[in-house]
């Protein structure tokens, strides 16, 4: 194999393509539309950043604030975590605009994620955003779809594929010349993104680049830059395979529609009528009918708390909770939020097997499609995915679990069981304990948990690229002289 011959052809396939105003044009309008999702994702990180920044101190200050309290009421009170963006999600958006930004965290209750951006719109953005990931998984494709179908065939129709051949081109010299030029043209494209990219990211991260922010930017790219190779070897294969660039073009266009719209929708139905999921309602609901049949921590004479004040008392030995060193009503709503956050948790767990179970058609169709496979990679990247959003909320209750039971342990160590008097101790304490609370800080999980959740988009991309290749050098060469 000749890399001198595999050049020139790469060189000739660049030539040929920069001649045509068609893909001139084209590549120029996909060049801006780059450029201005870039400017758009940039404006969205900067400008969804500032505001969450700014209502989280806001959240803060307002809660060290806060006067002298009974701890159960501070407690009720609550807090607002919000879900910050990362660096890199001004590349690809995800599910951001659709998963909600903030979650008010109160003892007893767990509150779903709200104030999504689509909530605020107009419903166009139902219909997809303009986003640097979209315009390279979607809109590259095409071109590249446009630049090779005609890159064997063409050669065949014209008769110079005998030519070359008598010439000393090998047949996979040639497929390689033709996939390598090809591969070049849409990396004008790419570069320059790249560029760009490496350039916000900094800027997004302060110029304080961490080691596993850099590892994803690393994989982000590669995967993109795999996700292009597939496609180039897809459009010359498809090429060779027919007779005709018009049959080629055809096909590839075909290939298209269905990678782009009618798999991904088609997936996602599939999973959805097979294992449906239930509505907010029903799901509140069953948590409450549960939690009636667990005890009802407000009614003194349910039969689980009254089982638990006779174990308190006996505990402590004594005869009643006026006795009692510690505040018994403390104690009730520390096992209350015990046995609710446990019944939620245990609904919950079952609503996300069941969304894993709906998604898992979508991953396995990574295997039918490309488009898939880059992504949910690129979403788990980016920090724009289902998985970063679950435990964003799992992280949220941790937190709001560890409140409620922080002010009940405070109740039941500084609040007195009888009526205030002169010597009693106070229904209030000092505001100085609400500040030994830490601040909600949501930490993103490393590319190592990240790569681990998308193993099959990676082996996807990966049997894509080793199928096509081993096609491209077997299947098709049996073609070459038709």
Same mark, same amino acid.
């Given at each position: 194999?000749?890399?001198?011959?595999?050049?020139?052809?790469?060189?000739?396939?660049?030539?040929?393509?920069?001649?045509?105003?068609?893909?001139?044009?084209?590549?120029?309008?996909?060049?801006?539309?780059?450029?201005?999702?870039?400017?758009?994702?940039?404006?969205?990180?900067?400008?969804?950043?500032?505001?969450?920044?700014?209502?989280?101190?806001?959240?803060?200050?307002?809660?060290?604030?806060?006067?002298?309290?009974?701890?159960?009421?501070?407690?009720?009170?609550?807090?607002?975590?919000?879900?910050?963006?990362?660096?890199?999600?001004?590349?690809?958006?995800?599910?951001?605009?659709?998963?909600?930004?903030?979650?008010?965290?109160?003892?007893?209750?767990?509150?779903?994620?709200?104030?999504?951006?689509?909530?605020?719109?107009?419903?166009?953005?139902?219909?997809?955003?303009?986003?640097?990931?979209?315009?390279?998984?979607?809109?590259?494709?095409? !071109?590249?779809?446009?630049?090779?179908?005609? @890159?064997?065939? =063409?050669?065949?129709?014209?008769?110079? $594929?005998? *030519?070359? #051949?008598?010439?000393?081109?090998?047949?996979?010299?040639?497929?390689?010349?033709?996939?390598?030029?090809?591969?070049?043209?849409?990396?004008?494209?790419?570069?320059?993104?790249?560029?760009?990219?490496?350039?916000?990211?900094?800027?997004?991260?302060?110029?304080?680049?961490?080691?596993?922010?850099?590892?994803?930017?690393?994989?982000?790219?590669?995967?993109?830059?795999?996700?292009?190779?597939?496609?180039?070897?897809?459009?010359? !294969?498809?090429?060779?395979?027919?007779?005709? @660039?018009?049959? =080629?073009?055809?096909?590839?266009?075909? $290939?298209? *529609?269905? #990678?782009?719209?009618?798999?991904?929708?088609?997936?996602?139905?599939?999973?959805?009528?097979?294992?449906?999921?239930?509505?907010?309602?029903?799901?509140?609901?069953?948590?409450?009918?549960?939690?009636?049949?667990?005890?009802?921590?407000?009614?003194?004479?349910?039969?689980?708390?009254?089982?638990?004040?006779?174990?308190?008392?006996?505990?402590?030995?004594?005869?009643?909770?006026?006795?009692?060193?510690?505040?018994?009503?403390? !104690?009730?709503?520390?096992?209350?939020?015990?046995?609710?956050?446990?019944?939620?948790?245990?609904?919950?767990?079952?609503?996300?097997?069941?969304?894993?179970?709906?998604?898992?058609?979508?991953?396995?169709?990574?295997?039918?499609?490309?488009?898939?496979?880059?992504?949910?990679?690129?979403?788990?990247?980016?920090?724009?995915?289902?998985?970063?959003?679950?435990?964003?909320?799992?992280?949220?209750?941790?937190?709001?679990?560890?409140?409620?039971?922080?002010?009940?342990?405070?109740?039941?160590?500084?609040?007195?069981?009888?009526?205030?008097?002169?010597?009693?101790?106070?229904?209030?304490?000092?505001?100085?304990?609400?500040?030994?609370?830490?601040?909600?800080?949501?930490?993103?999980?490393?590319?190592?948990?990240?790569?681990?959740?998308?193993?099959?988009?990676?082996?996807?991309?990966?049997?894509?690229?080793?199928?096509?290749?081993?096609?491209?050098?077997?299947?098709?060469?049996?073609?070459?002289?038709?």
């Amino acid at each position: 194999m000749s890399f001198h011959k595999i050049f020139l052809i790469a060189k000739l396939t660049w030539i040929t393509a920069l001649k045509s105003r068609a893909t001139l044009i084209l590549t120029l309008v996909l060049g801006i539309a780059l450029f201005a999702a870039t400017y758009i994702g940039w404006q969205n990180f900067k400008t969804q950043n500032d505001q969450r920044t700014k209502y989280k101190a806001l959240v803060r200050e307002k809660w060290l604030a806060k006067p002298d309290k009974h701890p159960h009421r501070m407690a009720h009170y609550g807090y607002l975590a919000f879900r910050p963006k990362h660096e890199l999600s001004f590349f690809d958006f995800g599910i951001e605009s659709f998963a909600g930004v903030s979650i008010f965290l109160e003892a007893h209750k767990q509150n779903t994620v709200n104030f999504s951006e689509s909530s605020f719109s107009n419903g166009i953005i139902r219909f997809g955003e303009m986003s640097i990931a979209m315009i390279l998984q979607v809109l590259v494709p095409l !071109l590249i779809f446009f630049l090779g179908y005609k @890159s064997i065939s =063409a050669e065949r129709e014209n008769g110079t $594929l005998k *030519i070359l #051949f008598c010439q000393g081109v090998k047949w996979s010299e040639l497929l390689l010349g033709k996939i390598v030029g090809i591969i070049s043209v849409s990396f004008v494209l790419f570069i320059p993104v790249i560029c760009i990219t490496i350039l916000l990211w900094a800027m997004l991260s302060n110029w304080q680049v961490s080691t596993d922010a850099a590892q994803r930017l690393i994989f982000l790219l590669t995967g993109y830059a795999l996700y292009f190779i597939i496609c180039s070897c897809l459009a010359v !294969l498809v090429s060779a395979w027919h007779r005709t @660039s018009r049959g =080629a073009l055809t096909v590839l266009v075909v $290939l298209w *529609i269905i #990678f782009i719209v009618i798999l991904p929708k088609a997936t996602q139905s599939l999973g959805t009528q097979l294992y449906p999921s239930p509505s907010k309602i029903e799901f509140n609901a069953a948590i409450e009918k549960e939690l009636s049949k667990q005890g009802d921590s407000h009614n003194p004479n349910d039969p689980h708390y009254e089982q638990f004040k006779k174990d308190i008392l006996k505990k402590y030995k004594v005869d009643s909770t006026s006795q009692l060193s510690v505040n018994y009503g403390g !104690l009730v709503m520390a096992e209350g939020e015990r046995i609710s956050a446990q019944i939620y948790q245990q609904h919950q767990n079952r609503l996300v097997q069941t969304y894993i179970k709906q998604n898992s058609f979508t991953r396995a169709a990574a295997f039918l499609n490309p488009y898939l496979a880059i992504k949910n990679l690129s979403m788990a990247l980016t920090g724009a995915d289902y998985a970063n959003y679950l435990d964003f909320q799992n992280q949220t209750e941790k937190f709001r679990y560890d409140l409620a039971q922080k002010m009940n342990a405070l109740q039941i160590e500084h609040i007195s069981n009888v009526k205030q008097g002169e010597n009693d101790k106070p229904y209030t304490i000092s505001h100085k304990y609400w500040s030994e609370l830490p601040d909600f800080k949501y930490q993103f999980k490393t590319i190592n948990w990240v790569l681990k959740n998308e193993v099959y988009s990676v082996v996807a991309l990966m049997v894509w690229f080793t199928l096509l290749m081993t096609l491209l050098f077997t299947i098709t060469k049996k073609l070459k002289t038709l």
